[in-house]
C-alpha cells in the first residue's frame, strides 16, 4: 500500500485542475517537515482524493469532444445516458478537499443516475413473443374464434381442431348473425311474455325445424365414413382432434362448435388478463386407480406437485404423489379398502360413506382438493371441519372405489342440503349424479326438512339439478290422482324448496296465470314422454332405495 501511495503522491498533474506539482509537493514537505505524522497522513489522502478527481475531470472531457462528433448522448460510468450536466462534471477547479464531501457527491450523482435509468423489458413479453402453439405443423396463426391474428394453446388452435384460420373467420360471423338474430326476437316480446306460457308460432315453427335437422343424428357412420375416421386417428394420433362430422346430426355438431369457441375465447381473456399463463403450475392429467383422468380447472395443490403436470393419486386414501413408482409402493403398504366413516346405506355394490371433516380432516381435504381439478366454482379445499362428506363408492373385489360425493353443512341456516356435489369423470351420464342428488333429498326427509342446493351451481350441476326436479314434479303428477295440485304439498313430499318447483314448472310450461292466480296444468304429453323414457332407460340398479338407508340425524354437531 505504501508503494502505492508514493505513486500516486509523485504522478504528474495539471496545476490548473486543483491538483499539485510533485517538485511542489517535495519542497513543502521539506519545509514543513516539523508536522505532525497525524498532519502528513491527512494531506496525503487528501491529495490522492484530489488526483483521483482529476482524472475524473479529464475522463469527462473526452466524452465531452466525443459528443461533438456524435448525436448520441454521451454515457456515464454506468452504461446509461446521464440524466443532467452535473452528472458530466464530476470535478471542478473550486471541488472540496474534503474526501467525503466528493464520495457523498458521488453517491447522490448515482442515485440521480439510477432514477433515470431506461426500465427494462420484462423477459414474460420477450418469452410470449417466441411461444409457439404446440400442435405439431403449426404456425400459431389464427384461432378458432375468429377474433384474433395469433393463439398460443390448443384450446384455439384451428390446425386441432381440423379447420383453417379463414374457415373460423366465416364461422364467427355467421355466429354473430345468429346472436344478433336471437337479440332482435328477444327485445320484441313483451315485458308481460313469461307469464304467457304457450310458445309463439315463430318459436313452435323453430322447434319443428329443429327436430327435423336432428332425425338422423343416430344412424351410425357409413363403412368409407368409418375407414376415414381411423385412417385420421392413425395419423394424427392424440395431436388432432378426432373427425366429428356424420357422427351427429349438423344442428348439434355446430352448437358443439359454438361451445368450444366460446370457452376459447374465456380463455383468451383470462390469458390476456393475466390471471393463467402459458405454462402455469397447473396439473393436466392424473392417474387414478386404474383410469388416468384429464383435469379441467387449476386446483390449489402444492407447488412442488402442481408443477409436474402430472399427479399420481391413491383411489382409497386420496394421498396424492410425484411418480408412479411411489405410488406402486403407497399401493403395496396401503390398508385401505374404503372411505373412512360410518357406512350408512348399501344396496348391492353401491355404497354411502358419512365422514366427519373433522374426526378425518386430512381425507376430506384431500377430497377437496382432488374435486376442485373438475369444479369451476369450488372455494372451500381446507377448511372442512364444519361439514359432513357422503362419498358413494362402488365395490368390487379390490375394494370400495370413488364413484362421487356431496358435502353439507353441520348446522345450515339456509337449509342447504349440499355444499358441493361431484361425479368423478370415469362415472359420469351412468345416473350416479341423480343418484347422489336423490340421497342428499333423502336426507332431508329423514330430517323432516325442505332442502336445496347452495348457490352458484356449476355449469354440470344445474343440468343434473334441473334434470332431476323435472323427474320429481312429472313422477308426482303421475301418481297424483286428486284435483287441486298445491306447491307446498309438492314441496313436503318431495322434500324440494317451493322456488325450485315453482322455476322447473315454468322451464315445463306448466304454471299459467290467469285471473289474478297462478294455476299448475298437468300437461299429458310431458308425463307420457317421461314414462316412455323410465321405461327405454330400464336403470332398475341405479335408484336410491330408502330402506336400505341406516342413518340417524347427527346430534350436537
Not at 418469452?127 to 384474433?148: A, D, Q, R
Request: glycine share 6%; net charge positive.
Amino acid at each position: 500500500m505504501k508503494e502505492h501511495e508514493h505513486d500516486f503522491r509523485h504522478m504528474p498533474g495539471s496545476g490548473s485542475d486543483g491538483t499539485e506539482d510533485s517538485d511542489s509537493s517535495a519542497e513543502r514537505e521539506q519545509t514543513n517537515s516539523s508536522e505532525s505524522d497525524g498532519t502528513r497522513t491527512k494531506r496525503q489522502r487528501l491529495t490522492r482524493a484530489s488526483t483521483r478527481l482529476s482524472q475524473s475531470s479529464h475522463d469527462t472531457a473526452d466524452l465531452k469532444q466525443a459528443a461533438d462528433h456524435d448525436e448520441s448522448p454521451p454515457l456515464t460510468p454506468t452504461g446509461n445516458a446521464p440524466s443532467s450536466e452535473s452528472e458530466l462534471d464530476i470535478s471542478s477547479p473550486n471541488a472540496s478537499h474534503d474526501e467525503s464531501q466528493a464520495k457523498d457527491q458521488v453517491n447522490r450523482d448515482s442515485d440521480k443516475d439510477l432514477s433515470h435509468r431506461p426500465k427494462r423489458r420484462r423477459c414474460h413479453e420477450t418469452y410470449n413473443f417466441n411461444m409457439k402453439c404446440p400442435t405439431p405443423g403449426c404456425n400459431s396463426l389464427g384461432h378458432l374464434t375468429g377474433k384474433h391474428e395469433r393463439h398460443f394453446a390448443v384450446s384455439g388452435c384451428p390446425l386441432y381442431h381440423n379447420l383453417s384460420a379463414d374457415e373460423c373467420k366465416v364461422k364467427a360471423v355467421s355466429r354473430e348473425k345468429q346472436d344478433d338474430e336471437v337479440k332482435g326476437q328477444e327485445e320484441s316480446n313483451s315485458r308481460h311474455a313469461t307469464r304467457h306460457q304457450t310458445p309463439t308460432s315463430k318459436q313452435s315453427r323453430y322447434k319443428e325445424q329443429v327436430a327435423e335437422m336432428r332425425k338422423g343424428r343416430n344412424s351410425g357412420l357409413q363403412k368409407e365414413q368409418k375407414e376415414k375416421h381411423m385412417e385420421h386417428r392413425q395419423t394424427h394420433g392424440n395431436s388432432r382432434e378426432p373427425l366429428l362430422e356424420n357422427i351427429t346430426s349438423d344442428y348439434d355438431l355446430e352448437l358443439f362448435r359454438k361451445a368450444q369457441a366460446r370457452a376459447s375465447e374465456d380463455l383468451e381473456k383470462l390469458r390476456i388478463q393475466g390471471q393463467i399463463t402459458e405454462g402455469s403450475n397447473m396439473i393436466k392429467t392424473i392417474l387414478f386407480g386404474r383410469y388416468e383422468l384429464d383435469t379441467w380447472y387449476h386446483s390449489p395443490y402444492p407447488e412442488e406437485y402442481a408443477r409436474l403436470g402430472r399427479l399420481y393419486v391413491c383411489e382409497f386414501c386420496l394421498k396424492y404423489m410425484k411418480s408412479q413408482t411411489i405410488l406402486r409402493r403407497h399401493m403395496a403398504k396401503c390398508v385401505w379398502k374404503h372411505p373412512p366413516g360410518d357406512e350408512v346405506y348399501r344396496k348391492g355394490a353401491i355404497s354411502v360413506f358419512e365422514v366427519d371433516g373433522k374426526k378425518n380432516k386430512i381425507y376430506c381435504q384431500n377430497l377437496c382438493l382432488l374435486a376442485k381439478l373438475f369444479l369451476d366454482h369450488k372455494t372451500l379445499y381446507y377448511d372442512v371441519e364444519p361439514f359432513l362428506f357422503y362419498v358413494m363408492t362402488e365395490a368390487d373385489n379390490t375394494g370400495c372405489h370413488l364413484v362421487g360425493y356431496f358435502s353439507k353443512e353441520k348446522n345450515s341456516f339456509l337449509n342447504y342440503n349440499v355444499s358441493c356435489i361431484l361425479t368423478m369423470p370415469q362415472y359420469m351420464r351412468q345416473g350416479f349424479g341423480k343418484m347422489l342428488i336423490d340421497f342428499s333429498y333423502l336426507l332431508s326427509k329423514v330430517e323432516e326438512k325442505v332442502g336445496s342446493p347452495e348457490r352458484p351451481l356449476s355449469d354440470l350441476g344445474l343440468i343434473s339439478y334441473r334434470s332431476y326436479w323435472k323427474e320429481v314434479l312429472l313422477r308426482y303428477m303421475h301418481n297424483f290422482q286428486g284435483k287441486e295440485i298445491s306447491i307446498k304439498e309438492i314441496s313436503q313430499e318431495t322434500a324440494v324448496n317451493p322456488v325450485d318447483i315453482v322455476s322447473t314448472l315454468q322451464s315445463l310450461q306448466m304454471l299459467k296465470y290467469w285471473k289474478g292466480k297462478h294455476l299448475v296444468l298437468k300437461r299429458q304429453d310431458l308425463i307420457d314422454e317421461w314414462k316412455a323414457k323410465e321405461v327405454k332407460r330400464g336403470n332398475g340398479n341405479k335408484t336410491i332405495d330408502p330402506s336400505s338407508l341406516k342413518w340417524t340425524p347427527p346430534k350436537g354437531t
